[in-house]
């Protein structure tokens, strides 16, 4: 009896104790990181995978190689290795993830760590004037998961006839949403857990509006307009990456091979026969040549694919020759950049209270229940989808509208974005008692960028043009302004008013001194200086029907020209979609996988898969 208490008095000791040592090391890692991540300088190059000899070891062959362990690439890895007699190999430039990555909250330490490449616009005329150096920040996630290590975790599919349209545009009815609300559902584990979000089942694979006349909805089933609580990508309170979901329950399979740290600089395509034959890529100094017996996939995602395309002689001929790249198939590789334009800086003071926790007590809310501040990304908690007078399609909205709370004002935010001192001085002050602000998202930008080699090194980073609000007719500034209209409008409603809410832009900008203060002019000076690139580049190897037109996969996702070569990532999207990348990234990546099984495998018909964010854990 004396024994069998002292054993529970050692069990719970060993439990407490634990647990209250847990609390600490991770209340450490966070300060620790925090720091950390505010003095980072993110990359300018990737020498870092620079290799002294650039002889090539030959390490033999695959069936299939993946370039990239994204959004996309992480599920068709998953996908194809299900057939056993087919040999993957997965290459990823970028590590494992760790735990930092898994917190939600965290995701802007993220974007200043090693898992971000740390690209940069070009200096920008147009818009992005209020950062330094006028370039926009374009985070894209580097590790095993790619972007999902550090993105915003919002799970959104766009509008269905942003399917429809895109159905349309390849002259293909398989991409219409009928068709690919399959694949969405395929992958998709769906649990509610606000009971008062409104859910539409028939939508999902299981597993503050009104007075303006808009409804509460749930922006992933039918009707789109309207306002909703978001529907994040996590589980259990942590980030639910692609890694996590996709690769780590199939380590097991001895038909995959996921090589991290390995960084692809070169396909090689026979320029007489114009076949894929395989790639070469450097990983921890040396340099190595792999051969694919079926296919190259490429996704690399919307910056990095199409830069390995035109390294590997896929391009514009001038510019390749320009560079001095010998051409293999001339195609529009890079020539158009879509980006959402998000306008920030309008806040607004309140008298709502919001909850101040210490470190320690979200610490051990995140533990215990997988609940708290930090299972969200910032304190986001409202999406809006919109429609301007601009947008002529009906029920198709042009705008999002972004809610998020602000807790403190903190100067990790200015880095975050890298803003120049006196717009981050005018508009974040800490004594404006800023209680939320606004961000407006266009989301069908006329407007064009363009990506280019800087040279011929597989190490340098490209030249990314993304020329927001610069199309000739203005409409995209236009719709901006308007939707700076609906903001004031909304924040004067009486639901606004009973929280007391106040716009607080009380001092001029700098930059827009000229005009008279809130005038129409002033207001696009504003939109020049605060409106970025947020992080959703697509576009860059689009889907088409004519290459002569601009495509540069087919409907298949092969690469015009050229065999045994396929692209699939948010490279390919022909458009930018009424939501956000990564669930249509995911749809992209099981489509893909079903027309590889139907080209190799026709006689075989697949059934059901398992839902893959239920698989149990196995060993990682
Ligand atoms: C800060 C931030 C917040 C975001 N928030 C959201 C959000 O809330 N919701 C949403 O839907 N989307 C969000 N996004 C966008 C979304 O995450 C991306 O659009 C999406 O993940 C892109 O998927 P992908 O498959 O195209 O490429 P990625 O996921 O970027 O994958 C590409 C992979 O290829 C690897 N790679 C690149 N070059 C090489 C090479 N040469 N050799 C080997 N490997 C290489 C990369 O390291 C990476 O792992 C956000 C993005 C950012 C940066
Ligand atoms: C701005 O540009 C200058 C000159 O090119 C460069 O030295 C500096 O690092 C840049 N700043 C940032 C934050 O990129
Ligand atoms: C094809 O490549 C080989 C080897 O790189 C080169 O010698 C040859 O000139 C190329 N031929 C053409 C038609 O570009
Ligand atoms: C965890 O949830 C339980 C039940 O809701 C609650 O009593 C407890 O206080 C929570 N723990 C923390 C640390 O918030
Ligand atoms: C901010 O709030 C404090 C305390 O509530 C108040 O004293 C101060 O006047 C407010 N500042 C502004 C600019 O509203
Ligand atoms: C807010 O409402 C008031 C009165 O209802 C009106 O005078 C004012 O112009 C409105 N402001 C905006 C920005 O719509
Ligand atoms: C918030 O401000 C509004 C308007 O000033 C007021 O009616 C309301 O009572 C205030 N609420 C709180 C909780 O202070
Ligand atoms: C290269 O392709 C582009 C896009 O299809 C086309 O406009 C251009 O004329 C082509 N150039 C050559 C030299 O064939």
Redesign the pocket.
């Known amino acids: 009896m004396m024994l069998l208490l002292v054993a529970v008095c050692i069990y719970l000791c060993v439990v407490w104790c634990s647990k209250e040592d847990l609390v600490g090391y991770y209340e450490n890692l966070i300060e620790t990181e925090a720091a950390n991540a505010f003095v980072y300088k993110l990359p300018e190059d990737a020498r870092d995978y620079e290799t002294e000899d650039d002889t090539a070891t030959d390490i033999g062959h695959y069936d299939f190689i993946i370039?990239?362990?994204?959004?996309?690439?992480s599920v068709i890895a998953n996908r194809l290795s299900e057939i056993q007699t087919w040999r993957i190999l997965l290459?990823?430039?970028?590590q494992y993830s760790n735990i930092i990555n898994e917190i939600p909250s965290l995701?802007t330490l993220g974007?200043y760590s090693k898992y971000n490449?740390g690209f940069k616009s070009v200096p920008q005329k147009t818009a992005c004037l209020g950062i330094i150096n006028e370039s926009c920040i374009i985070?894209?996630?580097?590790?095993v998961?790619?972007?999902?290590l550090?993105?915003?975790?919002?799970?959104?599919r766009g509008h269905p006839e942003d399917y429809n349209k895109w159905a349309e545009f390849t002259n293909d009815p398989s991409w219409s949403y009928n068709n690919v609300l399959q694949y969405f559902k395929k992958s998709e584990d769906f649990h509610q857990t606000d009971p008062g979000a409104p859910v539409d089942w028939k939508y999902h694979g299981t597993g503050a509006n009104k007075e303006q006349g808009y409804a509460l909805t749930d922006y992933n089933a039918r009707l789109h307009a309207g306002a909703s609580i978001v529907q994040y990508n996590t589980k259990n309170g942590k980030r639910h990456d692609?890694a996590t979901a996709f690769l780590k329950p199939v380590m097991d399979r001895t038909n995959l091979v996921i090589s991290s740290e390995?960084?692809?600089?070169k396909i090689h395509i026979n320029n007489v026969t114009k076949e894929a034959e395989g790639c070469t890529?450097t990983r921890h100094g040396r340099t190595y040549f792999v051969a694919a017996n079926k296919e190259v996939i490429l996704?690399?995602?919307?910056i990095?694919s199409p830069q390995?395309l035109m390294l590997s002689g896929i391009g514009l001929k001038g510019h390749l020759e320009e560079v001095g790249i010998p051409v293999i198939q001339n195609l529009s590789v890079g020539v158009s950049l879509r980006e959402h334009a998000g306008t920030f800086g309008l806040q607004f003071a309140s008298n709502m209270s919001i909850t101040k926790q210490s470190l320690n007590e979200k610490v051990r809310e995140y533990l215990e229940n997988g609940t708290g501040a930090l299972t969200s990304?910032t304190q986001s908690h409202v999406l809006g989808w919109y429609q301007s007078s601009l947008e002529k399609v009906p029920d198709y909205p042009d705008l999002e509208m972004v809610t998020d709370l602000v807790v403190s004002v903190s100067q990790m935010g200015k880095k975050f974005l890298g803003w120049k001192d006196d717009i981050w001085d005018t508009l974040w002050s800490d004594k404006k008692n800023i209680s939320f602000y606004f961000t407006i998202v266009l989301l069908h930008a006329k407007s064009v960028g363009n990506i280019k080699l800087k040279s011929k090194c597989p190490f340098e980073y490209p030249l990314i043009d993304y020329n927001l609000l610069s199309d000739p007719d203005n409409r995209d500034i236009d719709s901006l302004y308007e939707g700076i209209q609906m903001v004031l409008k909304l924040a004067n409603t009486t639901a606004f008013k009973k929280i007391g809410a106040e716009f607080v832009h009380t001092q001029i900008l700098p930059a827009c001194k000229e005009f008279q203060y809130l005038s129409k002019d002033y207001w696009y000076c504003f939109l020049r200086q605060t409106t970025l690139a947020v992080?959703?580049p697509v576009g860059t190897c689009p889907v088409g029907k004519d290459p002569m037109e601009g495509a540069v996969v087919d409907s298949n996702f092969k690469v015009f020209g050229v065999r045994k070569l396929r692209v699939a990532?948010?490279?390919i999207f022909p458009f930018t979609l009424s939501g956000?990348?990564?669930?249509p990234?995911t749809m992209i990546g099981e489509k893909i996988s079903d027309v590889i099984k139907a080209d190799y495998l026709p006689n075989v018909v697949f059934g059901e898969e398992e839902k893959v964010f239920v698989l149990k854990k196995t060993r990682f």
């Open positions: 370039i990239g362990a994204g959004s996309t690439g290459l990823e430039a970028g995701y974007v490449w985070p894209r996630g580097k590790g998961g790619g972007t999902t550090i993105n915003g975790l919002t799970y959104s692609q390995s960084y692809v600089t890529f996704s690399a995602g919307a990095s390995i990304n992080f959703h990532d948010s490279s956000h990348p990564h669930a990234c």
